[in-house]
Structures are given as C-alpha cells and as structure tokens.
C-alpha cells in the first residue's frame, strides 16, 4: 500500500473520510466530490482501492492531483474480498479528529460534516449518527426511502447503548456515523477481513465502546441502491450459501461479545430481529432456489436460531412463527406457501383446516402442543372474510409457449372451501402495464374447476394476435386472475413457484409503434413473486429500432419534452401536496364569500356517520331547518352517510373549500389542525368522551414540545368557539387541558346521549329499530345481550397495538352461551378476529358505524377505561369493568384523573375469574351498585338531560339563534 505523506506542519483536518473503492472508476468522483463539496472546508479524502482491475485507482490518482492536500489515494497489493481491509487501511492513515466512511457507489448529504461534527463538539460524543436515505437509482423517479426514520426524528444523546437497544439491532450501518479517531485507536476498533457484513460487528463493538452516542435528525448518507442490476452488490447476493454463512459467522461474534459482557438484554433484541429481518431475508429467495440450497440453508439456520430463547420467538407474528417452526422440520410442501404470505402480508396461501372451533395452518403437528400454538392462524381472522375480500394464493403450475400461443395452468388455493363444489365458476386473465395511466387486455379463461381442495385452471392465451402494447413507456407488465364463483368476484396475482420463468420462451408481439421498438415478450417474476411479462428486443432490427429510439429520447427536443412533463408531474404533485393546499385554503378565507346556512359535519376524522355530530344533523332534519349540511368522509367511498346530505372527501379540494366558506363547523375530534377558521365561522366542538386519562396539556409529551409546536397546537385549539362539555368534572378536565376559557364551555350534556337518557328515564322495551338491528346481527330472540367494549391499547412508540382478548373469549361462550349473546366492540383503530368455535354465541360488531344502538341494545356492559363507562352508565343497567392491566394503565407517563378502581360504579374484577363471577349474576350487579352508579352519572353526566341536541339548534339555529 502506498500513499502520500502531508508536508509536516500541514493543519490537522476536521474529519478525515475514507472512500473505498472496487471496479467503480464511473461512480468514484461522484462520491469524492460530494466530500469536496461539503460546507465544512476542513475535510480529507483518502480513496482506498481494493485492488481494481477497471482504472479506478487512476481515477484516485487523478482526484489526489487535481485536489492536492485534501485527497490521497492508495491501493491494496490483492484483493481482500470485502469492504473490511480497505476501510482499515484508510483508517490507519487517517489524520483527522474524526473519521468517516462512504462507499464509491454513495454520496454524503452537503451538510453531513458540519453537522456530525458540531453535534460531537457540543456533546463531547465518541460517535454521531445521522439518518441514511436508500436512493433507488433504478426507479423512474430516483425513489428515497429513509433508513429507519423513527430512530432519527429528534437529537438526542444517549450514555450507554444499552437505553437504546433499537439502535444496536437495526442501524448497523457503519457509513452514516462519525467517528471520534482516538476513540477508536483506543479501542482498537477495525473491521473484520475477509468476510462480508463487516458493518454489523464493527458497529456493535463501536456502540458498546462509545461512552456517549449522539443521533441527530439531519439525512447525512445517501445510499444508493440499484436492484436490477446483474451484477449483485453483496448484500443482495442472498442466493448464494456463503453469503447466508457470512452473515451467521458474524452474528456468532456479535453473540460472543454480549456474552463477554453480560448483556442478554440485547442479545435478546438482536435475537428478535433476527427471526423479524435478517432471516426473512432468505426466506424470501427459497421459492425460488434448488433443494441442496434449500437444505443446506434450513441446516445452517436450524444450528444458529434453534437455541434462541422463547421469548424471542414469543415476539413473532403469526406468520413469521410458522415459516420458523417450517423451516425447521425442512416442511417445503407448507413452508412455500407461508413464505409467498410473508412476502405478500394480505395473502391467504394455505387451505387451512378448521378443529375444535380454532383454525390452523394445516393439519400437520397438530398433535403437538407447542407445534399446535404456532400453527393456530384463529387470530388472523381469514375464516370470517367472504370470498370478495380475500386474496388468494393462485400458483402457476405451467408455463409453455405453443406457436403464438402461450398456455398457462394455475391452482388457486380454496381456503376452508369458501368455494363451494357446485359453486359456477368462471375466469379471466388481465394483463395490465404496470404504468397503470396505460391500457390494458383480458383473455377468458378456457377451464375453470375444483379439484380437492384446489381450484385449478388453464388458458389459452392469444398474445401474439390480440396482446398490442404501445411499445416505448409500458415494457413490463403484470398478469391478473380474476374468479367469478356464483357471481362474487375475487382477484388474485399468479405466484410463480418453481416454473423455471428465466428459461422460458418469449412470444413475438406487435407494438402499436411496430417491431422496431420491441418483438418479443418475456416471462419474468415481479419483486413479489408473481408473474409478470417484458417486451424486449430479440431480432436485428428491433435492436436497432430501439437503439434509434434511446437515442431520439436522450435527443433535445426528447430532453425538451420529458422535461415539460416531469415539470407537469411535479406541478401536480406540488397541487395534490398538503402544504399547497393548505396555502390555497387560507387564500380561500380571503377571496370566498360565507355561505349562509351551510355546515360542514364530522365525526372521528370522517370515519363515520356517528356520535354528537350526527344527534345534532339529525335534530336539524327533524325540525326541516333550511341548513346545507356537509359531511366529510375519508377513505376510497363513503359508507353509512345520509342520502340528503352533501358528501366531501377529506382532505379533498371541495372539503377544503367546504370548510372555507361554511357558516358552521360541527365534529368531535378536530378538523384538520392546520387549516385556521374565519372569524365569521362558528366551531361548535362536540368531543367525543369524557376523560380518564390525561388529555392535552396535561400529557406530558406536550408539555416538552417546542415552544412552536405549542403555539401551533394552541393556535388549533382556539378555533373551538364553542366546547361541548357534560359535567363540572369536563370543565376542570378537558377544558383546562385544551387552556380552554370559560365562556367556550357549552354546559348541553352530549347530543349523542339524549337518546340514552330518554330511554333510561321512559323504560320502554326496544323499538322496531333495535328488533331489526338484532336480527341483523344475528342475535337470538331468547339471549339477553352483553356488549364487551374497550378502549384500544398502545405500544410504548405510540402506535396502537392490535387487539388481543384480554379473557378467553371460547370459555366464556361455553359459559354464558345459552344465556347471553356477547357483542365485541373494540376501538377503530382495532381489529377482532373471533374464532368460528364461537359462532352464535359472540359477534364482532365493530364495524358498525354508531356505538349508540349497541348501547341501547345491551343489556350490561363489560369495558376497561373507555369513555363509553361515562355514557353507558345513563342507562342505569350493569356495568361490569374488566381492569387487568390497570397499574400499567394508570402509571404510566400520561396517568389518569381519578382512581377508577375507587369510583367504579360496577364491581372491577382483575382477573378472567372474577369477570366472569360478576357476569353470572348481572341481577346482582344492579342492586348492589344502584348508588354508586346515582351518584357517578350525578358526577359524570349532570347535563346529560336528554335535550343536549334541541338545545343546541335553538341556540344556533332557531329563529333567535346564532345562524339566524
């Protein structure tokens, strides 16, 4: 190795960056410029080339002279095989008070220097790591993913690794970090040789070392990833075996260093990672490897993960545990279906069998416990979705090219026969470019049958006569089934398995451009696995017809025209952005008129027509009010909405337009935060429950955020002009946590409770209303109903946690069966998946859009800590509270407003027994509670008098009111 020396006196750089290099003379500058171009001056560059065979160490030459004192180059006697010894070579000449590290292939950010190296001056920081950016550079529109954002979204500055273990096991990345130099000679800190993912074990020693760790939010490394490439970087070099024996030889020392020291919390981390990730990686590529592969790969893996504790597998969900415990036993026959689920998450691939009430992923191992618990698939819910909302797993079993006909067979997998045998069954094929703005082709197809527990099939495809693509902007597309079984439609992707696609003859085609732009069309499989077709040139002169096009479309009046378009695109994308819209509302406040009468209505962000907002809608059309009411909606179609009102997607122009001009703004959540309301508008805020956990200021994650988000924050709550509030305990509540003043409190009780406070007080039996609601869910005439309603759950990152039945859900049906009909209520943000064990006798009513009938249908509520407590208890019937996680509830960081456990007005069990000890003697429940259930709806409920709605139209829009 060989390399310049600096003059002796020559200043000591900031940071010092060592670029690698291997058969990479093209990218090189790129990646040495962007170190160049850095706002902080005082930077080295030292090129390190791995012995290259292509001239990049004369391109390194070339750089040292042009940029002399700030570039130097070397090069490696032979090849090390890895990217290890070049960056230690680098690394033990490196001069400055910090070092670096950038591949040929990558750019830093600008700004990357500065900004790490302030970040360790100012935190005296042995290491800094900023956010890397995957750059696709084989996308259309160089597509960026961040690397792991959530680590990454505020600085902070951490003592020991081990308080932020999600660093340790996912940013592995050696290249977005800076590095204090003595800190690593001390430590002597160097990257393995001769083996690959030398990031993964120089980064754990590096992060159990450093005294003190600094993340900052800026994007400092821009990775640059090109997938379609032949030749394979060495991370996606996963088909072959030694690549996979790398990755465990380096893990295994991961494992010896946290031994050593005692850390099985991390190595628990790393461990679940490594099932979640590092594993699933492979697993992907064995559809479509050979078996010595296969074998010689579940070998490996077995000797490395089977000792893992139980609690790392504990971790996985359903379906990564399956393809483990299958992968284990080398189970390819249900192992390849599970892999093609884990690829594709919606995906069903297995028939399925049902036992015992429960659902599984097959019928084998079902006589062993553990293998039982890991194949059961209840929770996953496929058993209670109708054909139309299943994706299934339709395998292509033949391929094969007969003139200008292409044949291909499938067997689309019929989980639990939800085909029936006699079921009329027909087919087609859709062929569709995958720039979906282009057209598309269907073919029938000719045979459609059962077949066991497979639904198979064949088509004939005409492609070369019928199939006519344009030729130039659509050269891949992607093939879609879809079955008609008596009437009812499901689409399906052809899986590809093992027909050998990359040997398989293409069909000639005719563009509508002709065959000077492309002759053939060749199977390929997508990136999921499905089949997909890419028209290519084969014949002489559809060669150089294309060549012509290439090079008319990189020609100038092409570059003028692409660049109109991408200018038109990203004006279009600019017009659909959040900020543009926002900005143009508040032009809308200025410019539009109000428009008298109009109010614009909505309920939990527009996910319903429901609660307060639709009470006071409702009085409104009672009494024939000349109002214009505005419901917002969000998702791909309203559903549930009232045919008289005017329907506005949210988000959408017209919604915007909507709030800018209506008289009256009517939700019970909060319209968008960033939209401002003018003056002439009145908010009326219904809210949607009072509070038990603490909400607004009182959380502490509000009162630590900027002084500017609290200003923004504040800014949206003092649209409200009007807060609905129930009782004194929502004044000292909600109204202080939202610094809401006095004279905003609208003392009506909640519109949406009138009909629950009527009920209780005329003790009538129910209406036809709820007879029809009854029998439309499917309860029995003869059972009482028991509605089990909690709030939902979330996970220590703030996302909601799916629902999970906090009792045994199959015992309580045996128990009470004959007597109640359980409905499940869980929070929308939930999901229920009930097992068929409990048809009948437990139903999953979440999906309906209103909870208030499901109130006034039930005999006895079961909840935790939802506001529904608060409602329900207007009725005067049973309420039973299910507080099993109460202390993990009520401690933690937000806390609660009062102790539950001392106000229930229900008895509180805390285990399955005790709930179901209160259940069976409902009777009981009243009695004992009627006082304490008094004096909580005296507490929680005092305005709730049944008229909260008419008195809110008469204030606002009778003839006195406000509208008027």
Same mark, same amino acid.
């Given at each position: 190795?060989s390399?310049?020396t600096?003059?002796?006196?020559?200043?000591?750089?900031?940071?010092?960056?060592?670029?690698i290099?291997y058969n990479?003379?093209?990218r090189?500058?790129?990646?040495?410029?962007?170190?160049?171009d850095?706002?902080?001056?005082?930077?080295e560059?030292?090129?390190?080339?791995d012995?290259?065979?292509?001239g990049?160490?004369?391109?390194?030459?070339q750089?040292?002279?042009?940029?002399?004192?700030?570039?130097?180059?070397?090069?490696l006697?032979?090849?090390?095989?890895?990217?290890?010894?070049?960056?230690?070579?680098?690394?033990a000449?490196?001069?400055?008070?910090?070092?670096m590290?950038?591949?040929?292939?990558?750019?830093?950010?600008?700004?990357?220097?500065?900004?790490?190296?302030?970040?360790?001056d100012?935190?005296?920081?042995?290491l800094?790591?900023?956010?890397?950016?995957?750059?696709h550079?084989?996308?259309?529109?160089d597509k960026r993913?961040?690397?792991?954002?959530?680590?990454y979204?505020?600085t902070?500055?951490?003592?020991s690794?081990?308080?932020l273990?999600d660093?340790?096991?996912f940013?592995?990345?050696?290249?977005?970090?800076?590095?204090?130099?003595?800190?690593?000679?001390?430590?002597?800190?160097?990257?393995?040789?001769?083996?690959?993912y030398e990031?993964?074990?120089?980064?754990?020693?590096?992060y159990l070392?450093?005294?003190?760790?600094?993340?900052?939010?800026n994007t400092?490394y821009f990775?640059?990833?090109?997938?379609?490439?032949?030749?394979?970087s060495?991370?996606?070099?996963?088909?072959e075996?030694?690549?996979?024996?790398d990755?465990?030889?380096?893990?295994r020392?991961?494992?010896?260093?946290?031994?050593?020291r005692?850390l099985?919390?991390?190595?628990?981390?790393?461990?679940?990672?490594?099932?979640?990730?590092d594993?699933?990686?492979?697993?992907?590529?064995?559809?479509?490897?050979?078996?010595d592969?296969?074998?010689?790969?579940?070998?490996?893996?077995?000797?490395?993960?089977?000792?893992f504790?139980?609690?790392?597998?504990?971790?996985?969900?359903?379906?990564?545990?399956?393809?483990?415990h299958?992968?284990?036993?080398?189970?390819w026959?249900?192992?390849?279906?599970?892999?093609?689920?884990l690829?594709?998450?919606?995906k069903?691939?297995?028939?399925?069998?049902?036992?015992e009430?429960?659902?599984y992923?097959?019928?084998q191992?079902?006589?062993?416990?553990?293998?039982?618990?890991?194949?059961?698939?209840t929770?996953?819910?496929h058993?209670?979705k109708?054909? =139309?909302?299943?994706?299934?797993?339709?395998?292509l079993?033949?391929?094969?090219?007969?003139?200008?006909?292409?044949v291909?067979?499938?067997?689309?997998?019929?989980?639990?026969?939800?085909v029936?045998?006699?079921?009329?069954?027909t087919?087609?094929?859709?062929?569709?470019?995958?720039?979906?703005?282009l057209?598309m082709?269907?073919?029938?197809?000719r045979?459609?049958?059962?077949e066991?527990?497979r639904i198979?099939?064949?088509?004939?495809?005409?492609?070369s006569?019928r199939?006519?693509p344009l030729?130039?902007?659509?050269?891949?597309w992607?093939?879609?089934?879809?079955?008609?079984?008596?009437?009812?439609r499901?689409?399906?992707?052809l899986?590809?398995?093992?027909v050998?696609?990359?040997?398989?003859?293409?069909?000639p085609?005719?563009?509508?451009?002709?065959?000077?732009v492309?002759?053939?069309?060749?199977p390929?499989?997508?990136a999921?696995?499905?089949?997909?077709?890419?028209?290519t040139?084969?014949?002489t002169?559809?060669?150089?017809?294309?060549?012509?096009?290439?090079?008319?479309l990189?020609?100038?009046?092409?570059?003028?025209?692409?660049?109109?378009?991408?200018?038109l695109?990203?004006?279009?994308?600019?017009?659909?952005?959040?900020?543009?819209?926002?900005?143009?509302?508040?032009r809308?406040?200025?410019?539009?008129?109000?428009?008298?009468g109009?109010?614009?209505f909505?309920?939990?962000l527009?996910?319903q027509?429901s609660d307060?907002?639709?009470?006071v809608?409702e009085?409104?059309?009672?009494?024939r009010?000349?109002?214009?009411a505005i419901w917002s909606?969000?998702?791909a179609?309203?559903e549930?909405f009232?045919?008289?009102?005017?329907?506005?997607?949210?988000?959408?122009?017209?919604?915007?337009?909507?709030?800018?001009?209506?008289?009256?703004?009517?939700?019970?959540?909060?319209?968008?935060?960033r939209l401002?309301?003018?003056?002439?508008?009145?908010?009326i805020q219904?809210?949607?429950?009072s509070a038990?956990?603490?909400?607004g200021?009182?959380?502490?994650?509000?009162?630590?955020?900027?002084?500017?988000?609290q200003r923004?924050?504040?800014?949206?709550?003092?649209?409200?002009?009007?807060?609905v509030?129930?009782s004194?305990?929502?004044?000292?509540?909600?109204?202080?946590a939202y610094r809401?003043p006095?004279?905003?409190?609208?003392?009506?009780?909640y519109?949406?409770n009138?009909?629950l406070?009527?009920?209780a007080?005329d003790?009538r039996?129910?209406?036809?209303e709820?007879r029809?609601?009854?029998?439309r869910?499917?309860?029995?005439?003869d059972?009482r109903v028991?509605?089990?309603?909690?709030?939902?759950?979330?996970?220590?990152?703030?996302?909601?946690?799916?629902?999970?039945?906090?009792?045994?859900?199959?015992?309580?049906?045996?128990?009470?069966?004959?007597?109640?009909t359980?409905?499940v209520?869980?929070?929308?943000?939930n999901?229920v998946a009930?097992?068929?064990?409990?048809?009948?006798?437990?139903?999953?009513?979440?999906?309906e859009?209103?909870?208030?009938?499901?109130?006034l249908?039930?005999?006895?509520?079961?909840?935790?800590y939802?506001?529904?407590?608060?409602?329900?208890?207007?009725?005067?019937?049973?309420l039973?509270?299910?507080a099993y996680?109460?202390? =993990?509830?009520?401690?933690?960081?937000?806390?609660?407003?009062?102790?539950?456990?001392q106000?229930a007005?229900?008895?509180?069990?805390?285990?399955?027994? =005790?709930?179901?000890?209160?259940?069976?003697?409902?009777?009981?429940?009243?009695?004992?509670y009627?006082?304490?259930?008094?004096?909580?709806?005296?507490k929680?409920?005092?305005?709730?008098?049944?008229?909260?709605?008419?008195?809110?139209?008469?204030?606002?829009?009778?003839?006195?009111?406000?509208a008027?």
């Open positions: 190795m390399i310049d600096p003059e002796a006196g020559a200043a000591v750089p900031d940071i010092s960056v060592v670029v290099v990479d003379a093209r090189l500058p790129a990646a040495v410029r962007s170190v160049l850095q706002t902080l001056r005082n930077v560059v030292i090129v390190v080339d012995c290259s065979t292509d990049s160490y004369g391109v390194a030459q750089l040292a002279l042009g940029h002399p004192g700030r570039v130097r180059a070397s090069r006697a032979e090849n090390s095989g890895g990217c290890g010894e070049p960056r230690n070579q680098g690394l000449v490196a001069r400055g008070r910090y070092v590290f950038l591949d040929s292939d990558d750019t830093l950010e600008p700004n990357a220097c500065r900004n790490m190296l302030e970040a360790a100012r935190t005296g920081a042995d800094v790591s900023g956010l890397c950016v995957r750059v550079t084989d996308s259309r529109h993913v961040p690397w792991y954002p959530w680590l979204r505020s902070r500055t951490v003592e690794i081990a308080e273990p660093l340790f096991v940013d592995t990345l050696s290249t977005n970090k800076c590095y204090r130099r003595e800190f690593l000679v001390e430590n002597e800190l160097t990257f393995p040789r001769g083996i690959h990031d993964l074990l120089f980064s754990a020693q590096a070392a450093a005294g003190r760790i600094t993340l900052i939010p400092v990775w640059h990833v090109v997938e379609k490439s032949t030749t394979k060495i991370s996606n070099r996963r088909h075996i030694n690549n996979f024996t990755r465990l030889e380096i893990h020392r991961i494992d010896a260093v946290l031994d050593r005692g099985d919390g991390l190595k628990l981390h790393k461990d679940i990672k490594f099932l979640k990730h594993l699933v990686l492979y697993l992907r590529e064995l559809p479509f490897l050979d078996d592969y296969r074998h010689r790969f579940a070998e490996l893996a077995r000797g490395y993960v089977q000792d504790p139980e609690e790392a597998y504990a971790e996985l969900d359903r379906v990564h545990a399956i393809c483990a299958l992968l284990m036993r080398e189970d026959e249900n192992l390849m279906p599970a892999v093609d689920t690829i594709n998450r919606n069903i691939s297995a028939p399925l069998v049902q036992r009430g429960r659902v992923w097959c019928d191992y079902l006589d062993d416990p553990k293998a039982r618990a890991v194949m059961d698939v929770g996953l819910g058993h209670g109708p054909l =139309e909302g299943m994706f299934l797993r339709n395998l079993t033949g391929y094969a090219v007969r003139g200008d006909l292409v291909l067979e499938g067997a689309m997998v019929n989980p639990l026969h939800t029936a045998a006699d079921a009329d069954l087919a087609e094929l859709e062929f569709r470019a995958r720039r979906r703005s057209q082709f269907r073919f029938p197809v045979t459609v049958r059962h066991g527990e198979t099939w064949q088509a004939v495809v005409p492609l006569a199939f006519r030729g130039v902007v659509d050269e891949v992607d093939v879609r089934m879809h079955l008609t079984a008596d009437g009812k499901t689409t399906t992707r899986t590809a398995g093992r050998d696609l990359e040997n398989a003859a293409s069909v085609v005719q563009p509508r451009l002709s065959r000077l492309a002759d053939r069309l060749e390929q499989v997508s999921k696995g499905h089949l997909a077709f890419r028209l040139q084969q014949g002169a559809a060669r150089h017809g294309r060549a012509v096009v290439d090079r008319n990189q020609g100038p009046a092409a570059r003028t025209v692409k660049g109109s378009y991408r200018m695109r990203a004006v279009r994308r600019d017009l659909a952005s959040g900020a543009r819209k926002v900005q143009v509302y508040h809308m406040l200025r410019l539009l008129p109000v428009r008298k109009t109010v614009v909505e309920s939990h527009g996910r027509y307060s907002p639709r009470a809608h009085e409104l059309r009672r009494r009010l000349p109002v214009t909606y969000s998702g179609r309203p549930g009232p045919e008289d009102a005017e329907l506005v997607r949210r988000w959408s122009w017209r919604y915007l337009r909507a709030l800018a001009q209506a008289e009256f703004w009517i939700d019970n959540q909060g319209f968008p935060l401002a309301k003018r003056p002439e508008t009145t908010y219904t809210w949607h429950g038990l956990k603490r909400m200021f009182d959380e502490p994650t509000h009162r630590v955020m900027s002084e500017q988000e923004s924050y504040q800014e949206a709550l003092d649209r409200f002009d009007h807060f509030v129930r004194e305990h929502d004044v000292r509540t909600l109204g202080r809401l006095e004279e905003k409190m609208l003392r009506t009780g519109p949406r009138d009909v406070v009527r009920a007080r003790h039996a129910p209406d036809a709820l029809r609601l009854a029998e869910l499917g309860v029995r005439p059972r028991v509605l089990y309603a909690p709030t939902f759950r979330a996970r220590p990152d703030g996302a909601v946690r799916a629902f999970e039945f906090p009792f045994d859900v199959e015992r309580f049906a045996e128990r009470f069966g004959d007597r109640y359980l409905l209520r869980s929070h929308y943000l999901r009930l097992p068929p064990s409990v048809a009948d006798r437990v139903l999953d009513v979440t999906g859009p209103d909870i208030t009938p499901l109130l249908l039930a005999d006895a509520l079961i909840t935790d939802s506001s529904v407590m608060f409602d329900y208890a207007l009725l005067r019937r049973p039973v509270f299910y996680d109460w202390e =993990e509830y009520s401690e933690d960081m937000r806390g609660t407003y009062f102790d539950l456990l106000e007005p229900g008895p509180v069990a805390r285990t399955e027994d =005790e709930l179901f000890a209160a259940v069976s003697d409902l009777p009981a429940v009243v009695t004992q009627e006082a304490q259930l008094k004096e909580f709806v005296d929680y409920g005092e305005y709730d008098r049944g008229d909260a709605a008419a008195r809110i139209v008469d204030r606002f829009f009778g003839p006195a009111g406000e008027r």
